[in-house]
Every structure is written in C-alpha cells, then in structure tokens.
C-alpha cells in the first residue's frame, strides 16, 4: 500500500499500530489474545528506517494458539508477529531470554494481561548471553545471503547492523547490562565496535553500492572476531565456493573460528561446504 513520504515517522508508526492492531484482532485470526505488544525499533521511532525497519510484534495468550508466528505486509513494513501463552512467557523471563529485555521499550496495544509483561525483571543467565552470541552469527549470515545470493543490498546492510548490535550487547553483558537502544548500545561500546556500529547506523538508512558494502562485511568479520577472541575466515575463501547454484550462506564458529557454510547443487546432488580459512570440507548441516 502507498504511503504519503511526507509523513514522519512517529505518524507512521501510529499508523501501523492501528492496521496491527486491526488485523490481529479480526475473525479467526488471534481472537484468544489478551496482550498485543510492539517492541524492536518500532516502538523506539528515533531507530526506525522507514522501507528497512521491520515491526515486531509480541503476542500474549491463555491458551495455546492455533498458530505461533505470522508475517504480514503493512504499508511498507514487514511485520513479524510471535505468539506465547502467558506461562510460557514467564519461563521465558526465568531463562532471561533477550527477547524479554526487548520490551524495555514497547507499545502496549491490548491491556488484558500486560502485567505479566510490565512486571517482567529478567536477569542475565548463560542462556541470554548463548542467544545473543548465536544471534551475532545469524545475522551476520543473513548479510552474506542477502549480498551475494539476492543481491538486495538494502537488506544486507541491516543485517550487517543487527549482527553489530547484537555483537555489542553481547560484549555489554559482562558489565551486567544488556543495552537496547541505538543510543544505549553505542554508549556501552568500545571504540572500534562503537565507530563500525555508528557506519552501519548511517549506511542503512542509504544506499549503498556492492564495493563498499563488501568493505562493510569484511570489517564486521574482522570485528567480530577480535571481539570474540576468534581467527577470521576471509570472504575471499567464502568467494571461491560461492557457485551459480548456491542458494543458502550461514555463518558460525568453530575450533576458534569464524567458519562459513554453503549449500549448493554440485553434480546433480545438493552439497554443503564449510570454509574455515583455508579449509574446505563437505558437511552433513548447513546449520551450526
């Protein structure tokens, strides 16, 4: 649906709170609910990229739901909805999920049951900082997939940005915090990770051509494993195992570093290689 550019983007968020909010209420869609909850970066409109930014949604319900995650177009958002009971919510605080340190910041759009999230303390646990450390590496796998499969830069940037701030909240947790904002996470960084975060802030909301992007992802590889006392593995390794019929890239570690895996059609049969440096082996997953 077109949208009025003109509109800033608080008035356009306003408006996307009331189209979610019409949507999951309708007939046969998420009738049970009794929370209906914005967080991300659309309930904190200085980090919102209109056409970048997706909106996510948290749902909260008694009973368990028919269906527990959705996704759906509003205007020029994609909106990314995730269903809990209440209870299983609460196991979720208990573990110290990020996900629950997410709706420090949020918009409340259906009261029934917002207690159990406005209540919510979580603590940092090992879980939190497993979860922020895989999510390092997912997203920087979406880049990669986005830069050299899809060749939507656009998204590849932001990705490149989610693994940065995912890197440095990840870093933040040693000093028992686990800042959300772009604000706060910039201020809880280090030099380097703050200089790289504070590119990336900018280069998303942009565009940007393939060369600098490439310089982009390598910087990131490079911080990242620095951060993570990891060896790198260079995107020229990467490079030379990306064929015409490769269509999924995943990024993880191993052995102390940072490895990188493909899959592809090869020979009439769907292959997966890992890279790690110089090393090149078929594997069983793509997935770490």
Avoid at 50 to 72: H, I
Avoid at 185 to 206: C, H, I, P
Avoid at 213 to 222: C, D, F, H, Y
Wanted: with cysteine; aromatic share 10%.
């Amino acid at each position: 649906m077109w949208v009025n550019k003109g509109l800033d983007v608080a008035e356009y968020l306003r408006m996307v709170y009331n189209a979610v909010m019409e949507i999951l209420t309708s007939p046969n869609v998420l009738e049970n609910s009794c929370s209906i909850v914005v967080f991300g970066s659309a309930a904190r409109p200085e980090d919102f990229v209109l056409g970048v930014s997706d909106v996510d949604v948290l749902v909260l319900t008694k009973d368990p739901p028919k269906r527990r995650w959705y996704e759906f177009t509003v205007f020029n958002s994609t909106v990314n909805v995730t269903v809990f009971t209440i209870n299983e919510f609460k196991r979720l605080i208990k573990l110290g999920d990020p996900l629950v340190f997410m709706l420090k910041y949020s918009v409340i759009l259906r009261d029934k049951c917002s207690k159990t999230i406005l209540r919510a303390k979580p603590k940092i646990t090992k879980h939190t900082k497993y979860m922020l450390r895989r999510s390092v590496f997912a997203a920087l796998g979406l880049a990669l997939e986005n830069y050299y499969i899809l060749e939507n830069y656009k998204r590849a940037t932001s990705h490149l940005y989610h693994s940065v701030r995912h890197l440095a909240r990840y870093k933040a947790l040693s000093k028992g915090e686990l800042p959300i904002s772009d604000r706060e996470v910039y201020g809880y960084s280090r030099q380097q990770l703050k200089n790289l975060y504070l590119t990336l802030s900018n280069a998303r909301r942009r565009e940007i051509g393939r060369g600098e992007l490439r310089n982009l992802i390598s910087r990131v590889v490079k911080l990242v494993a620095r951060e993570l006392n990891l060896k790198a593995t260079s995107l020229n390794s990467l490079e030379n195992e990306i064929k015409e019929d490769t269509y999924i890239i995943n990024a993880g570690e191993s052995d102390s570093y940072i490895v990188f895996r493909v899959e592809r059609y090869e020979d009439g049969r769907r292959k997966i290689i890992e890279i790690k440096d110089e090393e090149v082996r078929e594997v069983n997953n793509v997935f770490f």
